[in-house]
C-alpha cells in the first residue's frame, strides 16, 4: 500500500489566505519529514524539513505541523502568492540501520488565484 | 557549483530494447538516488547508493532495471528490456552522507517506449 499518502490531489487558495496542504503516512518508524515544491517541467526542490523530536518548525511564511500520534503531517503556507501555485509533494524517512531514503507521497497541485 | 547533471534529457526507444541513462551527482554527494516519475505512481525510488554501495533496490523494479555506480561522481541507469509501461521521467538526485540530508534533483531523463 501507499505509505505517504497526499489525499487531494488539487488545492485553489486565493491570493493572500493561507494553502494547508496535508500528508499522511502509515509507518510509525519515520523520523524524517519535509516538503517539496515542484514547478512543471522542473526537478523538485526541498523546501522544509522537520525531524520527528520536533511538533512545528516555521521558516518565513512556511510551518511544517507534525502530529505523531495521528500519522499527520501539513504545511501552511500564509499570504500565498501567484508565484506558490506548483506541485507539493510530501516525504518521509526512516532512518533505522543508517538508510537515508524517502518515500514520497503523489503530489498535491496548489493554485494561487489573483 | 554544478548540480546533479543528467543524460540524455530525451530518449526514444523501441519495445525491448537497452537503454542506458546516465548521473553525474554534486560534488562530494555521497547518497546518490534513482527514481521513476509518473503521473499515476507519482515519484518511486529505484535505487540508492550510499558511496557507491547499494542500500536499496526497489523490488519492484528488479527484474529489468539495474543501477550501478562504478565510481563516486558517475552513476547508470540500464533498463533491459524495456516495455511501453518504462514511459516515464527518471530522475537522479544526489545528498551529502550524515543523516538525512536536502535531496538535489537533476533535471531528468524523459524516457518514450514505442
Known amino acids: 500500500g501507499q505509505q505517504v499518502k497526499q489525499s487531494s490531489p488539487s488545492l485553489t487558495v486565493q491570493e493572500g489566505g493561507i494553502s494547508i496542504l496535508n500528508c499522511d503516512y502509515e509507518n510509525d518508524m519515520f523520523d524524517y519529514f519535509a516538503w517539496y515544491k515542484k514547478y512543471p517541467d522542473n526537478s523538485p526542490t526541498l523546501l522544509i524539513s522537520v525531524r520527528s523530536n520536533v511538533d512545528k518548525r516555521e521558516d518565513g511564511r512556511l510551518t511544517v505541523f507534525l502530529n505523531k500520534s495521528g500519522k499527520h503531517f501539513s504545511l501552511h503556507i500564509t499570504a500565498s502568492q501567484p508565484e506558490d501555485t506548483a506541485v507539493y509533494l510530501c516525504a518521509a524517512g526512516d532512518s533505522g540501520g543508517s538508510n537515508y531514503k524517502l518515500t514520497f507521497g503523489k503530489g498535491t497541485l496548489l493554485t494561487v488565484t489573483p | 557549483d554544478a548540480g546533479v547533471t543528467q543524460t540524455p534529457r530525451h530518449e526514444v526507444a523501441e519495445k525491448g530494447q537497452t537503454i542506458i541513462l546516465k548521473c553525474e551527482p554534486v560534488?562530494?554527494?555521497?547518497?546518490l538516488f534513482w527514481y521513476r516519475q509518473t503521473k499515476i505512481q507519482g515519484l518511486e525510488l529505484l535505487s540508492y547508493f550510499r558511496s557507491k554501495s547499494l542500500m536499496e533496490d526497489g523490488g519492484a523494479f528488479k527484474d529489468r532495471f539495474k543501477a550501478e555506480m562504478l565510481n563516486s561522481s558517475f552513476s547508470t541507469l540500464k533498463i533491459q528490456p524495456t516495455e511501453p509501461k518504462d514511459s516515464a521521467v527518471y530522475l537522479c538526485?544526489?545528498?551529502?552522507?550524515?543523516?538525512?540530508?536536502?535531496?538535489?534533483f537533476g533535471p531528468g531523463t524523459r524516457l518514450t517506449v514505442l
Open positions: 538526485a544526489s545528498s551529502f552522507w550524515g543523516g538525512y540530508a536536502e535531496q538535489f
Open positions: 560534488s562530494g554527494h555521497n547518497d
